[in-house]
Every structure is written in structure tokens, then in C-alpha cells.
């Protein structure tokens, strides 16, 4: 049976990276994979468990298909190593940290991936950006701008839009409150596949 690929994105600053790190214990336990980013910086940078890598070796292994996938967002370029077709044609699930404006084209490769839209109350997001410090206040307008055309309506729980059925998950609260809503979603959606 091939397993599922979990399409976990939401603007930065969401939570994306804490949710994946508290989450990662119980969804190994039931067989879940995680997939390693790899992105154009230096992993020190980047606050999550990713591969840092200079444009020029990106684009080696871009051309040498080392990617399931990968594109191009403010500024870097992002791939998902290709193993995850091994871990999912294996029946196992992966998770992975996507973007938002590369669902259209990742779900044409996967058809059935669960996309997980993280969002935050426009207010908290402000703060973590800010906290960050590693934008311009400008900048961090621009993304939250573009985070506000992602925002589901009326902040149900699913959505469908023109990228098809997306699961919103609020990170607004507490961490463990999400933890428990992403598996609690995971389950139930299993039971529906």
C-alpha cells in the first residue's frame, strides 16, 4: 500500500519548524518519515532541520534529479531529496515542511498528498517575524500580506479552493493544543483514505 505524503505549510513564523520538532516522537512512532529540506542558506540560519546548501551545489542536484521537489521562495531555492518516493512507494507516510505557493504543482506529482495549512492570528505572526529580526518591517508586511490570501474563510477547519481540499491547523495557542490537532487530524483522515 503507498503511503501518503502530509504537505505541512503556512507562512514563516507560523510555527512550522516547532510543530515538526514536538510532533516528530509520536508520528516516527507510527511509522511516519520526516523529509529534510535542503535550502540555498546556512542551516544555522534556518531554525529547522535542514540541509544548507550554496546555489551552484542546488543546482547540481537539481539537475541530477536529487529532488522529488523543489522550488524557488523569497530568495532561495528549496528541495525535497527524492528518497521520499522510496519511503512512500515503501507504504509509508512523510511529512513534509512544503510551500504554499508550489501546492498546485506538488500535488500534480502527488495527487493525493493531505495538505496542512498552519496558520497564525495575524497579530502573533507580527510579533514572531518581528522577534526574528531577520526581516525589514517592510518585508515582514509583505509576507503577511501574502499570508492573508492563504487565510481559510470564516477559519473552518477544511477548506477547498483552487488548489484543491486544504486542512487548516491554528498554531495561535499553545504548541501542544496543535500537537494534538495534527494527530488527531492524521488519524482521522487515515480512516477516510
Known amino acids: 500500500m503507498q503511503g501518503r505524503l502530509i504537505y505541512l505549510m503556512g507562512p514563516s513564523g507560523s510555527g512550522k519548524d516547532s510543530l515538526l520538532q514536538a510532533a516528530r516522537v509520536p508520528l516516527e512512532a507510527h511509522g511516519c518519515r ?18 544548507g546548501l550554496s546555489l551552484a551545489e542546488f543546482e547540481r542536484l537539481e539537475g541530477e534529479g536529487g529532488f ?10 528549496y ?3 527524492r528518497e ?15 510551500s504554499r505557493g508550489h501546492l498546485e504543482i506538488a500535488r500534480q506529482r502527488y495527487s493525493d498528498l493531505l495538505a496542512i495549512l498552519l496558520q497564525v492570528d495575524e497579530a502573533v505572526l507580527r510579533q514572531r517575524l518581528l522577534a526574528r529580526g531577520r526581516e525589514t518591517p ?3 508586511e509583505q509576507r503577511l500580506a501574502r499570508s492573508r490570501s492563504f487565510t481559510a474563510v470564516g477559519g473552518a477547519s477544511a477548506v477547498t479552493g483552487t488548489q484543491g481540499h486544504i ?10 493544543q496543535s500537537v494534538t490537532r495534527l494527530l488527531q487530524l492524521l488519524d482521522e483522515t487515515r480512516r477516510c483514505a
Open 138 to 140: 517592510e518585508q515582514i
Open 34 to 51: 520526516f523529509a529534510r529540506r535542503v535550502i540555498t542558506r546556512s542551516a544555522e540560519s534556518v531554525g529547522e532541520d535542514a540541509l
Open 68 to 77: 522529488a521537489l523543489s522550488w524557488r521562495a523569497n530568495g532561495l531555492a
Open 84 to 98: 521520499i518516493d522510496d519511503w512512500l512507494a515503501s507504504g509509508q507516510d512523510v511529512l513534509i515542511n512544503g
Open 167 to 176: 486542512f487548516v491547523l491554528d498554531n495561535s495557542g499553545p504548541l501542544q
Open 79 to 81: 528541495g525535497i531529496p
